[in-house]
């Protein structure tokens, strides 16, 4: 049976989702999908949920950082018959290359997207599995902006909204998490 809207069960999808404490380092609590990957049901209703959120947007082009939000990205870019496009950590993509650099809480990261990777006024569509802080998501908003993109919405499948990472995205962009913790 086609998984509708109303089908797909949301707080299954969050109480499938692990907590691995002190991961992958002391003080992290490791929210791990992996067991809503693995399971047939759960992974087609994480992505359906998706498409329903962005069918109606026009979405040339899914946009996944890496890495969780390549297995997210290109399933859901295959559903909405949208191109898919990796946003990498520094030194992973091979041709010519956008970046910014972000703080994390001690020192900083670098993120990577192709320089010719969508036109200019695409409409992109970014996701990832996760919103903590902010800072990876809004650094991937930069580089979308560097390129032009139209960014018509970024999607997570996990919030921690006591970290405030909103905060940190476009305010004009919509923005959606299918679960709160
Ligand atoms: P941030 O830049 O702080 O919003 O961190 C977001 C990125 O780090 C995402 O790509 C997540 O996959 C990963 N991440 C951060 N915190 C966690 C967590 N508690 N559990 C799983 N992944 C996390």
């Not at 979405?59 to 950082?65: D, E, H, L, R, T």
């Not at 908003?141 to 993109?149: F, S």
């Amino acid at each position: 049976m086609p998984t509708t809207q109303e089908h797909i069960a949301v707080d299954k999808i969050k109480a499938a989702i692990r907590e691995i404490p002190d991961f992958p380092k002391p003080g992290i609590l490791f929210k791990d999908i992996t067991p809503v990957l693995k399971d047939p049901v759960l992974l087609n209703q994480v992505v359906d949920y998706f498409y329903y959120q962005l069918k109606d947007k026009k979405i040339q082009y899914v946009a996944g950082i890496e890495s969780r939000g390549f297995i997210l990205g290109a399933a859901l870019a295959y559903k909405l018959g949208a191109g898919f496009i990796p946003i990498r950590k520094k030194g992973k993509l091979p041709g010519l290359v956008e970046q910014h650099e972000y703080d994390l809480e001690y020192g900083t990261d670098t993120i990577e997207i192709h320089a010719d990777a969508v036109e200019a006024g695409s409409r992109v569509a970014l996701i990832d599995d996760l919103l903590a802080t902010g800072g990876t998501a809004a650094a991937s908003c930069k580089l979308l902006e560097k390129l032009k993109a139209e960014l018509v919405s970024i999607q997570f499948l996990i919030e921690l909204e006591f970290l405030h990472g909103r905060e940190q995205l476009p305010t004009l962009v919509h923005t959606h998490a299918m679960i709160q913790f």
